[in-house]
C-alpha cells in the first residue's frame, strides 16, 4: 500500500511558476513508476507527466513539454512537478500517481496508475 499526499499548489499569475511536491509513504517507493495528471473544470483526467522508477526517463503531454519538469528524490520518497511559465489553461486539480508497472508502456493512462493522491488545486489568473 502506498499514500501520497502532494502539496504546493496555490493562484499564480499568467507566466508564473509553482513546484509540486507529492510525497509517498512506504520503502518501496522507488518500484514504483511516477504520474502527474490534471483535471479542470468540467474535463477528464488527463495525463501531464510520468517519470520511471530510476528516474532515467521522463514522458510530457504535448501541452507542457518544454514548461514542465518532473523529478525524483527516492531517498526522501517525493516526485516534483517544476511548473514554469505557467498558463490560464494550467488551471486544474494535480494529482500524483504510482504505478507498479506499465502494460505496454502506456504511462499516460490513468488506469495504469495503482495509487493516487487527493490532489491539490493550481489556479492560473490571467
Known amino acids: 500500500q502506498v499514500q501520497l499526499v502532494e502539496s504546493g499548489g496555490g493562484l499564480v499569475q499568467a507566466g508564473g511558476s509553482l513546484r509540486l511536491s507529492c510525497a509517498a509513504s512506504?520503502?518501496?517507493?522507488?518500484?514504483?513508476?511516477m504520474g502527474w495528471f490534471r483535471q479542470a473544470p468540467g474535463k477528464e483526467r488527463e495525463f501531464v507527466a510520468a517519470i520511471w522508477r530510476s528516474g532515467v526517463h521522463t514522458y510530457y503531454a504535448e501541452s507542457v513539454k518544454g514548461r514542465f519538469t518532473i523529478s525524483r528524490d527516492n531517498a526522501k520518497n517525493t516526485v516534483y512537478l517544476q511548473m514554469n511559465s505557467l498558463k490560464p489553461e494550467d488551471t486544474a486539480v494535480y494529482y500524483c500517481?504510482?504505478?507498479?508497472?506499465?502494460?505496454?508502456?502506456?504511462?499516460?493512462?490513468?488506469?495504469?496508475?495503482?495509487?493516487w493522491g487527493q490532489g491539490t488545486q493550481v489556479t492560473v489568473s490571467s
Open positions: 500517481a504510482a504505478a507498479r508497472g506499465y502494460s505496454g508502456g502506456d504511462y499516460y493512462r490513468d488506469n495504469e496508475y495503482d495509487y
Open positions: 512506504g520503502r518501496t517507493f522507488s518500484s514504483y513508476h
